[in-house]
Nanobody
Framework: VQLQASGGGSVQAGGSLRLSCSSSGRTFSNNGMGWFRQPPGKEREFVAT???????TYADSVKGRFTISRDIRKGTVYLQMNSLKSEDTAIYYCAGRRSAAISTNAMAYDYWGQGTLVTVSS
């Protein structure tokens, strides 16, 4: 089972990017999925999570700017990032759970993608 994050790149502050997380080996159509990020020199941190049957949850730092969504048929999860700030610069990772529930805890995730770099210049 593999998750692959894509869509990262370089953008100016105030711009937008959309990250995608696709899977191979299994389809994560109704599993808890999450996005995490690791800024340069810092630890990995929670960004957003979406599950089955409930609302998504966001880190306070991205609330109102980022939106997590999923295409159930494709089993793909997206992270739409608007109004990007320099502090959003990080490697972004998608992660999947065997459970359908959301989680803000990285330890709750069973599968991880390789990460995609987002660089926001001010």
């Amino acid at each position: 089972v593999q998750l692959q994050a894509s869509g990262g790149g370089s953008v100016q502050a105030g711009g937008s990017l959309r990250l995608s997380c696709s899977s191979s080996g299994r389809t994560f159509s109704n599993n808890g999925m999450g996005w995490f990020r690791q800024p340069p020199g810092k630890e990995r941190e929670f960004v957003a999570t979406i599950g089955w049957g409930g609302p998504p949850t966001y880190a306070d730092s991205v609330k109102g700017r980022f939106t997590i969504s999923r295409d159930i048929r494709k089993g793909t999860v997206y992270l739409q990032m608007n109004s990007l700030k320099s502090e959003d610069t990080a490697i972004y990772y998608c992660a999947g759970r065997r459970s359908a529930a959301i989680s803000t805890n990285a330890m709750a995730y069973d599968y991880w993608g390789q990460g995609t770099l987002v660089t926001v210049s001010s």
